[in-house]
């Protein structure tokens, strides 16, 4: 079915819109425990009387909600504010599109708001869309993961740029980081720059997005067509850098991060789009189970062998539905995470890609077109690999360009 016709068929019989407090939902359950409050909660609960009197455009998808499920521009216009505009990332605003695409622009059906479509769209792109919808406060409510090669980072950088050169503020609607706060991981070489990596970050960042937002505006955007000439971060109540556990509802992000779990490896096996073996796509665990035709329970056995830690290795054997390998039968592992606090995904992956080449070596290959080194951050992990580098010895490599970024992003840590 077309998306269009998809979501005008999903607007059908929709019941009224009521808004629900943080205190209300309490009320009705005393004895749920104090969880997070986001930015948007904190806005919502005050009948986002925050924009009255502004033409908001917000970026948004289906994680910007709050903890009664009700989306936040569904929230805004049940409250009488009604956006000028939504823009859409990858996936789409609605969230009806798999990965690498996205929406188009439309009218939302639900609110008749005009949608636009920002993925893969240039700043001037964008800045005509700010410009065509009459915005002058861009609302952004995107939950991360905290990859730097997940997307929505990188769509909020465009947006700062052309609210940058239109003039328009910028209000980041904080949200937790669901991996935590730790950065770990290469640093982005700015010559392998791409929309998996416009900047140089770490692999697993450990910012929320708010934070994010102030590093770009502070660091990057100077230099890149200037910085935004407002810029808000709405932030989080009650969470602490390194709490995994938000008391949030799971939103999934994208199609492919199903659960929390999904997330939390994802900074790693990620790089496995880079391999000609199957990150899980087409499967019900996908970024949790790896593997590829011709692998059998012998990597498991290497990988549990290194005693990794935060995590176990299980054999495991699927045939996935879509993507690499749709419809052949793989051998592999899924990752079982025993201490989510003591896991470290890239060097996990680092980890298994090492003792894959070692012990499949007729199997293992990059994509031909080198799309590792996009997510990596530079030709260092395939060439070092190709040579027979061990994990300590890639690891070691990073070092002191994560300590770089550890002290660059230090000034614009808000939580601890």
Known sequence: MDRRHFLTAGALAV???TALGAD????HHPDRPQVVRTGAEQLAEDGWRRFAGHRIGVVTN????LRDQTHIVDSMVAAGLRPQAAFGPEHGFRGTAQAGGSEGDYLDPRTGIPVYDTYGASVAKIASMITKSGVDTLVFDIADIGARFYTYIWTMYAVMQAAAATGARFVVLDRPNPVGGTARGPQLD?????FVGRKPIAQQHGMTIGELARLFDGEFLPTDGGRVSSLEVVELKGWK?????????????????PTQDTALVYPGTCLFEGLVFSEGRGTTRPFETIGAPG?????AEDLNALDLPGVRFRETYFTPTFNK????????????LTDPHRFDAPRTAVAMIVTARTRYPEVFAWRPDLYIDKLSGSDRLRRMVDAG???????GAWADELAAFDRTRRPYLRYR
Do not use: F, Q
């Open 24 to 27: 209300d939902e309490d009320r």
């Open 62 to 65: 289906p994680t910007g909600v």
């Open 295 to 299: 692998l059998d329970w012998r990597w």
């Open 325 to 336: 390998h749709a419809n052949k039968l793989c051998g592999g592992v899924t990752l079982h």
């Open 15 to 17: 019941p009224a819109l």
């Open 241 to 257: 850098r390194d709490e995994l556990d938000s008391g949030l509802p799971w939103v999934p992000p994208s199609p492919n991060v």
């Open 190 to 194: 700015p010559a392998y720059a791409t």
């Open 389 to 395: 580098a061990g994990t300590d010895e890639v690891v």
